[in-house]
C-alpha cells in the first residue's frame, strides 16, 4: 500500500489529518472509553459517590432475566429477519436478472424502499395494521384472527420483523442482482448443455457461486436488524407490549432514559461493542476472501 | 443457449410485478390516506382510494402541523433534515478526502497510527455509545445544534478508506507531472486529485445525504426544543398522543414528506447510488 511517488512537508500532513483526528478522538474515543470506564463503577442512589466494582455490572447484567431474554429476542429478530428478507431478495433479483424487457424499470421499482428512514417504515406498517383503523386489519379479522398487535407480544414481535425485513429488500436485491451479473454466462451454458434443466441449474451453479455475496447479506442484515431496528420499534411498539419487543439496543436507550443505573447501561453499552466488533471482523475476513476468490 | 421459454419469461414479469406491488403498497395506503378526512379513518372506514383533501392536508402539514401533538410546522422539520443531512454529507466528504490524500502522499511519523485510529471507527455505530457521547455534546453545549446534530456522525471512517482506496489507483505518473510543472502539495490536491475525484465524492453524497436525512436515535436524544426537530423525530412525536387524538392525514402526509427526499434521490441518481452503495461496502 505503499506509495512511490510522495510529497515531503512537516506541518502540511498533520494539519491535512487533524479535522478528522480531532472529530474522532472527541466523538468516537471519547465516549468510547467513557463507557468502558463506567461499565466497571457504581454510583450510590444520590449519585454522591462512586466506587470501582470491577465486573459487578456486568454479573448482575447477566443475572437478570430480562437481559438475557432481550439476547434471545435480538438474535431471534435479526435471524428471522436476515432469513425472510433475504429469501424473498434472493427471489426478485433471479427473475430480474433474466433478458426481460424492461429490466431496468423493474430495478427501478425496487430499490427506491432503500431511502425511507425506519421511523418511516414503523409508521407505514403499524398504521396497516392497527388494531382498530389498519386498512389490512380487517382482512386478518374477517379471517378469524384476534390480531392485536399492541397488546399481543407475539403478534407484535412478527409485525417487527414483517416491517423490518420489508425494508431491506431493496437493498438485499440490488446486492443479489450484482452478484447474479457477474456470474459468467459460460458457467450456466455449460451446464445447460450437461442437460441441466432450470432450476437444477438455479441450485448446482448458480446458489454456490452466489454464497459469498449471501455470506455478506447475511452479516450485513444481522447488523441492520441490531441497530436499524430501533427506528422501526420505536414509532411501532415502543419495546412492548411488556418488553416482548425490546431488542438490545432498545434496552440501553430505554434503561438509560430512566436515568437509572449508569453502570448497567455502560455495561450494556460495552457488550453491544463487542458484538458489533465480532460481527465486523467476521464480515472482514469474508472480503478479504472474496478479493481472492 | 440459456434461452428463456416464453413461459418461464411470463412467470419472471409476474413474480417481479407481484414483489412491486408488496414493496410499493405501504406507501400507496400513506399517500391515499394523507388525503383523506380524519373521521373516516378513525372509525376505520377508510377507502383504498384517494379521497378529496390533498391540498388541504398537504397544507396544513407543512405550514402549520398538528393541531394537537406537536404543534410544529412540517416545512421547518424539513429544513432542520435538509440542513442536517448537508452538513454530515459535505462535512464527512471534506474532512475524510483532506485525511486520506495525507495518508496516501505523505510521509511523515505515527502515520500508520493515526490510519488505525480513524480506521477503528469503522467498527462502532453511533448507537452503542449514545450516552457518553450525549454526555460529551451536553458538556459542550451543542444541544439543540446543527453542530451537535451532526458533528458526532461524521466521525466514521468509511468515506475516508474510500479515498484512500481510490487514491492509491490513481497514477504516479501524475504526480510527477504536475511536480515539474511546479505545482506543491496543495495545487495538486485541488487541481488533480480532486477533479479526479468528483464521481466517488458524487456517490458518496447520495449515499451520506439518504443516510442523514434519515438519523433516528440521535436527534430523538439531543433535540429537545420543538423548532430543532428533524421529521423523523417530528412523526414519531404526532403519535404519541392516545390513538384517538393523531391525527392521521397530517401523520402520513408527514410520512410520504419525509419520505420524497430520499427516494428522489435514490431514483434519480439511480447510477451514483448504486455505486456508492457497493462501493461504501466494499
Do not use: C
Not at chain 2, 263 to 272: D, E, T
Amino acid at each position: 500500500m505503499q506509495k512511490q511517488a510522495i510529497f515531503q512537508s512537516k506541518l502540511l500532513p498533520y494539519a491535512l489529518v487533524a479535522p478528522q483526528l480531532a472529530i474522532v478522538l472527541i466523538f468516537f474515543y471519547w465516549p468510547a472509553l467513557q463507557a468502558v470506564i463506567q461499565s466497571f463503577l457504581l454510583q450510590d442512589a444520590f449519585g454522591l459517590s462512586t466506587s470501582f466494582v470491577w465486573f459487578d455490572n456486568y454479573l448482575e447484567l447477566f443475572s437478570e432475566r430480562a437481559y438475557f431474554e432481550a439476547i434471545l429476542r435480538t438474535f431471534f429478530f435479526s435471524f428471522a429477519i436476515a432469513v425472510s428478507s433475504l429469501s424473498f431478495a434472493l427471489l426478485l433479483a433471479v427473475m430480474a436478472d433474466k433478458p426481460l424487457r424492461g429490466s431496468m424499470l423493474y430495478r427501478t421499482l425496487l430499490i427506491w424502499p432503500y431511502a425511507v428512514a425506519p421511523p418511516v417504515v414503523g409508521v407505514l406498517w403499524i398504521f396497516m395494521l392497527h388494531p382498530s383503523l389498519g386498512v389490512l386489519s380487517r382482512y386478518l379479522r374477517a379471517l378469524g384472527i384476534d390480531w392485536n398487535p399492541l397488546l399481543d407480544g407475539d403478534q407484535a414481535a412478527a409485525l417487527i420483523i414483517l416491517a423490518a425485513a420489508w425494508k431491506q429488500i431493496s437493498y438485499n436485491f440490488l446486492f443479489f442482482l450484482a452478484g447474479l451479473q457477474s456470474i459468467p454466462r459460460s458457467v450456466l451454458e455449460a451446464a445447460a448443455i450437461d442437460g441441466a434443466r432450470p432450476m437444477r441449474r438455479f441450485w448446482t451453479v448458480t446458489f454456490p457461486l452466489l454464497s459469498p455475496t449471501i455470506f455478506f447479506l447475511l452479516v450485513v442484515n444481522i447488523v441492520y436488524a441490531f441497530f436499524d431496528t430501533f427506528g422501526i420499534i420505536d414509532t411501532m411498539t415502543r419495546g412492548g407490549p411488556g418488553k416482548s419487543t425490546e431488542t438490545l439496543v432498545y434496552k440501553v436507550y430505554s434503561d438509560g432514559l430512566l436515568g437509572g443505573n449508569l453502570g448497567s447501561s455502560a455495561a450494556q453499552s460495552v457488550i453491544l461493542m463487542i458484538m458489533v466488533i465480532v460481527l465486523t471482523g467476521i464480515q472482514f475476513r469474508f472480503v478479504e476472501r472474496k478479493v481472492t476468490y | 443457449m440459456v434461452e428463456e421459454e416464453g413461459f418461464r419469461r411470463y412467470v419472471a414479469h409476474i413474480i417481479l410485478w407481484i414483489g412491486i406491488a408488496i414493496v410499493a403498497f405501504p406507501v400507496y395506503i400513506a399517500i391515499v390516506a394523507s388525503t383523506q378526512d380524519n373521521a373516516l379513518i378513525a372509525n376505520g372506514q377508510m377507502s383504498l382510494l384517494p379521497g378529496g383533501h390533498f391540498f388541504q392536508t398537504y397544507y396544513q402539514t407543512i405550514f402549520v402541523g398538528t393541531s394537537g401533538s406537536t404543534r410544529e410546522p412540517v416545512g421547518n422539520m424539513m429544513l432542520n433534515s435538509l440542513i442536517t443531512a448537508l452538513l454530515i454529507a459535505v462535512g464527512k466528504i471534506a474532512i475524510s478526502i483532506i485525511s486520506a490524500y495525507a495518508i496516501v502522499y505523505f510521509r511523515f511519523p505515527f502515520r500508520m497510527p493515526i490510519f488505525w485510529l480513524i480506521f477503528i471507527t469503522l467498527m462502532l455505530p453511533v448507537e452503542v455509545r449514545i450516552y457518553p457521547t450525549y454526555k460529551i455534546v451536553a458538556d459542550l453545549h451543542m444541544l439543540d445544534s446543527y453542530a451537535g446534530l451532526s458533528l458526532p456522525l461524521i466521525a466514521s471512517a468509511t468515506a475516508t478508506l474510500l479515498f484512500r482506496q481510490f487514491f492509491m489507483t490513481v497514477p504516479d505518473e501524475l504526480l510527477e507531472a504536475s511536480r515539474i510543472d511546479g505545482a506543491g502539495p496543495l495545487r495538486f490536491f485541488w487541481d488533480t486529485l480532486v477533479p479526479l475525484s468528483r464521481t466517488n465524492m458524487a456517490a458518496l453524497f447520495v449515499i451520506l445525504f439518504i443516510l442523514g436525512w434519515n438519523q433516528y436515535l440521535w436527534p430523538l436524544l439531543i433535540t429537545t426544543r420543538d423548532d430543532m426537530q428533524t421529521i423523523q423525530i417530528g412523526i414519531r412525536k404526532m403519535i404519541t398522543t392516545t390513538d384517538a387524538l393523531t391525527e392521521w392525514p397530517i401523520v402520513m402526509a408527514t410520512a410520504v414528506l419525509a419520505m420524497l427526499p430520499p427516494v428522489f434521490v435514490v431514483v434519480a441518481m439511480q447510477k451514483l447510488f448504486v455505486r456508492g452503495l457497493v462501493e461504501t461496502e466494499k
